[in-house]
């Protein structure tokens, strides 16, 4: 009897521990938002074949998708990185992927970015 009400009570902590773990929001890391205030796009696309979008603006961060410069895009914003080429943030119009590519591969309307 006492062996049932142990399991009884584990069973119901496990599942409201289940419903808790579902609910749970996790907001991404502050590297990878983006300002809710860019709301604006400009026209452009890739320099170069294969240009990594990736998930944060970091290099070593997880490729999303791929630009190519026979696909257009929709650049939003830059975030400028001490002593390392900055990235933009953009969204491949071809594939709908949204991600930071290096600046140096992506080429935009305009004469300056907002920062992200």
Not at 51 to 80: K, M
Request: aromatic share 6%.
């Amino acid at each position: 009897m006492i062996v049932n009400r142990a399991r009884n009570k584990t069973a119901a902590l496990v599942a409201a521990l289940a419903v808790a773990l579902s609910t749970l929001v996790v907001a991404p890391p502050a590297s990878a938002a983006v300002s809710q205030e860019v709301t604006t796009a400009v026209a452009g696309g890739f320099r170069v074949d294969g240009a990594r979008i990736r998930q944060s603006p970091d290099t070593t961060s997880s490729i999303l998708g791929l630009g190519y410069t026979s696909q257009s895009a929709n650049v939003r914003c830059i975030v400028p990185r001490p002593h390392f080429s900055s990235m933009i943030y953009l969204t491949n119009n071809a594939t709908g992927v949204t991600g930071y590519v290096l600046a140096d591969y992506v080429w935009h309307n305009g004469s300056s970015l907002p920062g992200c």
